[in-house]
Structures are given as C-alpha cells and as structure tokens.
C-alpha cells in the first residue's frame, strides 16, 4: 500500500466527523442557520448511517419517558419522581418538531420512511412491582404530557394490548403493564440518510471511507485534521483545517478529543458494551405484536441493557426484536479495533473507570452473565415477556457497540453516567456528545446544546430560524399544558403518529 499526501485547497468552516445521526441532525441545523457555511463530512465506512444508527443495530425507540424505569424513581416519602422523565419528553418534542418542519420543507420525506406510530409499554410482576407501576402511572398520567398512559393488571386487557404478552402465562404471578399509544418507532439509518442526501444537494461536501486519525490547533485557533482515505488500492493522507469540528462518532469521540488534547475531556472514560438481539423469523407472531414493551433492569445495570421486546418497522416491513444481551468486546464502533478501549485509557481516567468497576459489581455480574448465557438461557429470559415464544421462531443477530460513559466525580471517583452529554472547548472550536441513552431520539436537543456552547455570539441571530424548525424553543412544554397538546397535536398529525388522549 502506498500513501501520497494532499494539502487541503481551503479550509472549512465546519468538519463534521462520523456519517451518523448526531452529524446529520447538526449538519441539517447549522445548514439551515448559515447556508453559506462550508460544512465537510468524514465517515470512515463507505456508507452513512452505518453504524449504530443503522436500523438493525439498535431497537429504534423513539425515547420519551414513556415506558423506561430508568427515567422514574421513588422519593422517600414512597411518592415517584417523574422529573426526569418529564425533562426527557420535553427533548423527544423537540425532535418531533424538528421532524415535522422536515417533512413541510420536503427535506424529509413522507413519515412512515423513517418514523410509525408503535405504543410504548412497560411490563412488571411481582407484587411490589405492580404496586410501583400503579402509583407510577397514576402520577404520570397526572401530567399533561403523559396524559395518554393507561394501566392495566387485567390478563384480558393486557392481551388486548399485546396478546404475546398473556398467551399462556400463569396466573400464578401478579404481572401489569402500563400502555401509551403515542409512543414511536424510529429508522434511524434512513433519517439519517435523508438528512445527508439533503446535505449533499446542498452543497456539503460528503466524504466516504476516510478516516481522521489526528488532529493538532492551528496557530489562528482552527484545526488541522490528518484524514486516511481509503480506495480499493490506495490510502491517502489528507490534511484539512477547520474552524470548527464535531465528533460525530460514538465512543471514538473520546479518542478525537483525547487527540485534541482539549483539558475539558479529563477524567472521561467509556466502558463499550456490545449488544445482540433475538430476532423472531415468523411472520404470523410479528403481526400478534405491535409494541415496544420494557422491562425491569437488573440491579446495577446501565439502561441500554433494560430488555425489551420491540415491534420495529425497517424497510416498510413489520420485524419484532428482543434483548439486549450485553458482551464484551472492546471496540467503540460495530466496525472497530478491540484495541479501541485500551487505545483510550489515559493516567487522568483510569483510576476513574477503576473504581466505577469496583463499585458497580451488578453490571460487571450482568455482563458476564450474559455473555456466558446459553442460548436456552436467554430464550427463557425472552419467555418473561412472551411465554409462548417457540425455540424455532427466533435466531439471533448482532447489533450495535455501545460505550458507555464514565466521568471522574470531585472525590476521584468515577461515576456511571446514563445520559447522554456534551463535551466542548471552551473556545467553541470542537465538541463531541459522549454516551449511549437516550442518545438518537434526542440529537436535536443535545445539538442545540452544541450550537449553544460552540456558537455563542451567533444566539440571537439564530434564533429566530431555530424557532420556526423548532416553534417551542425557548418555551416550557412541562409547565404548560395547552402549548404542550398543541404541539403534539400539530406533530402527531404531521409525522403520522397517535393524538395524545386523555380520555
């Protein structure tokens, strides 16, 4: 192989690294804001939206507080904090909004190529648990923006919903569910791709099958990035400089800004979590099932380890999937190196991840459990939900690598983050977003925050095409009610989804 070296003719106004959901959306809204920018695009595989947002490679939730424990907890007074789940729904409008301004603007095209209406449930047994998902539901459903969550500990009501749910359950055990039928299923992989297809008839240059292997400052604050480009015969070297950069990649963000040597991302470490799923093979039991359904955790777990068993929509065809089982391969990407993870450790993170090991033995156990699970193992962990569930109906598949964030906390150690954050330069010249939930579903959030953070003085300029994409920018949906069912309204009827019902 041979290695020619090309210097970049100009430089960009923004490089945006990785071909995945994150730099599409921030392409779509950067492009929108400043169309005469000069945005360039770096994605190491010949496709886009390959990666973890490919459809096959995550359960396509459209996350929302809807249907995830994770986002509800119990005070001491035994009362249930929804706080962040409320906070959670107010970022999955947000997407919703920015969607359906697509779709009006015919940058997006029709919904049900990349967004169907599936209801979100949660599944529980067990005495304490029904208790819990009864109070639960009663509290949530308090609030405007859960107003369509109904309950059920009633076998026959519960098959209504989903009948794999009760075929041939025993009535030994009390078992409940909880339904929301505005709940969504998302391709994310084609909306990325649409969102990219858009960018390039813009004018954004979108290169495949190049990969940034450094980055250095320039002297005038830009940077200047080492890019790899692949041909069937050849690599090149590149070097392109950009006033500002955005690490689009999943886990190996970490290891771009780690090269960007930028002091903001001390103490970060990420734990990569591989995931497969089972995946049923019979069309007639696909067609018994239109529902994403979760379940409890096991304690210490991260949350993208919650099983679930999940009605998807690819392609335009109807597929049901369940898991996740978690392994434990070393990559920060599907298509990696297993030297990824130990490629990352620095002095000022490994003690951080160390002690995020030893005080989290539950996820270490479920981890390792998982991955030494016989396939009757796991198939009886799928007859939690679906009792009825035939050995011959289902075949696993591999999905996404995961990395899961760990941040170092103001005594040393480090701390399991389950959300997803924003890491910038304080100069506003490179920001990544780190973590593995709610990830895809709240991109547009997390992006306004990157524009936010990178872009100050562009604020109030930007704003009022931001509120046009977005009308609710700026505004609390959680504090008010009529803004809130307008708005999901307006988006529902827009993308194809179930009105919100209070009834």
């Keep these: 192989m041979t290695m020619n070296t090309q210097a970049a003719l100009r430089p960009y106004d923004v490089v945006l690294v990785g071909g995945g959901i994150m730099s599409a959306t921030l392409g779509i809204l950067l492009k929108q804001v400043e169309p005469t920018w000069s945005i360039a695009v770096y994605e190491r595989l010949p496709e886009l939206g390959a990666e973890a947002s490919a459809a096959w490679n995550n359960a396509g939730t459209g996350h929302a ?22 906070a959670l729904n107010e970022q999955f409008q947000q997407s919703r909004q920015l969607w359906a301004s697509l779709v009006e603007a015919e940058i997006l095209g029709k919904p049900d190529t990349f967004i169907n209406p599936v209801p979100h449930m949660t599944l529980v047994h067990g005495t304490e648990d029904v208790d819990y998902l009864r109070r639960r539901q009663e509290t949530m459903s308090a609030h405007h923006l859960f107003e369509s969550m109904r309950f059920s500990s009633e076998s026959k009501v519960i098959e209504g919903w989903a ?28 909306l990325t791709r649409q969102m990219f297809e858009h960018l390039e008839s813009a004018g954004v ?15 005038d604050g830009s940077w200047q990035l080492r890019i790899h480009q692949f041909t069937d015969n050849d690599r090149l070297t590149r070097r392109v400089d950009a006033r500002f950069v955005f690490a689009g990649t999943g886990g190996w963000a970490l290891k771009l800004l780690q090269q960007a040597g930028i002091p903001e991302v001390h103490g ?21 099932h239109d529902a994403k359904v979760y379940g ?11 099983p679930h068993l999940d009605s998807r929509v690819i392609d335009g065809k109807r597929a049901l999937l369940f898991g996740p089982y978690a392994g434990a391969i070393p990559k920060f990407l599907r298509t990696g190196s297993i030297l990824d993870a130990p490629a990352a450790l ?7 991840i160390a002690s995020m090991v030893k005080s989290n033995p539950g996820l270490m156990w479920q981890v390792l459990s998982q991955v030494t699970a016989t396939r009757g193992r796991k198939l009886a962990a799928l007859r939690e939900f679906a009792p009825a569930a035939a050995v011959g109906d289902w075949s696993m598949v591999t999905a996404g690598q995961y990395a899961q964030l ?9 701390v399991l983050q389950f959300d997803t954050e924003v890491i910038a330069a304080p100069d506003g010249s490179i920001a990544a977003v780190l973590g593995a939930a709610p990830g895809a579903a709240t991109a547009p959030a997390m992006l306004l925050e990157v524009l936010e953070r990178s872009f100050p003085r562009y604020r109030r300029i930007w704003a009022p095409r931001l509120r046009e994409l977005i009308p609710t920018l700026g505004s609390s949906l959680a504090g008010d009610a009529r803004l809130a069912r307008r708005t999901m309204v307006r988006t529902a009827e827009t993308l194809g989804l179930e009105l919100p019902n209070a009834g």
């Design 268 to 288: 970060y470490g990420l734990v990569p979590v591989s995931s497969r799923f089972l995946r049923c093979d019979n069309p007639e039991v696909i067609e018994q």
């Design 406 to 414: 760990v941040q170092r906390a103001a005594d040393g150690r480090g």
């Design 205 to 219: 240059e979108i290169h495949r099958r190049c990969e940034v292997r450094g980055l250095r400052k320039n002297n």
């Design 346 to 352: 620095r002095p000022h993170n490994v003690a951080p």
């Design 65 to 86: 507080g809807l249907c995830e424990f994770d986002y509800t907890g119990e005070n001491p007074d035994g009362s249930v904090n929804i706080t962040r789940a409320v």
């Design 163 to 190: 009948p794999l749910l009760t075929e041939r359950r025993g009535l030994y055990e009390p078992f409940a569910a909880t339904r929301d039928s505005t709940g969504s299923d998302i391709d994310f992989g084609a």
């Design 296 to 306: 409890r955790a096991a304690p210490g777990a991260p949350p993208i380890s919650v």
